[in-house]
């Protein structure tokens, strides 16, 4: 465990040796969590990072689920539209 200091205005540094580690990069976006008293700082995960650690997943299948879920909520955002304005009229 590493000791690190906040500043006046609720800044921190991540000591570099973490920042290398996880491949930390300036602008990078981090996702905080409290959970019971617990703060933690994750990096976003890159799906690619995965391959080879979680023998099941198949990231060509995964994009192809993503992108067709994201169609069909597509459709029903439409067809929400439509009722309203049906219902408008």
Same mark, same amino acid.
């Given at each position: 465990m590493q000791k690190i200091r906040m500043s006046?205005?609720?800044q921190i540094v991540i000591p570099a040796n973490i920042?290398? !580690?996880y491949n930390l990069k300036e602008g990078e976006i981090l996702f905080i969590e409290d959970s019971e008293g617990i703060i933690k700082l994750? #990096? !976003? *995960?890159k799906f690619?990072?995965?391959?080879? *650690?979680? #023998?099941?997943?198949d990231i060509d299948t995964i994009t192809k689920e993503i992108i067709e879920d994201r169609e069909r909520e597509e459709e029903r955002e439409k067809e929400r539209e439509k009722l309203i304005q049906e219902m408008i009229k």
């Amino acid at each position: 465990m590493q000791k690190i200091r906040m500043s006046r205005r609720g800044q921190i540094v991540i000591p570099a040796n973490i920042r290398k !580690k996880y491949n930390l990069k300036e602008g990078e976006i981090l996702f905080i969590e409290d959970s019971e008293g617990i703060i933690k700082l994750k #990096p !976003k *995960t890159k799906f690619r990072s995965l391959c080879g *650690t979680w #023998p099941e997943l198949d990231i060509d299948t995964i994009t192809k689920e993503i992108i067709e879920d994201r169609e069909r909520e597509e459709e029903r955002e439409k067809e929400r539209e439509k009722l309203i304005q049906e219902m408008i009229k």
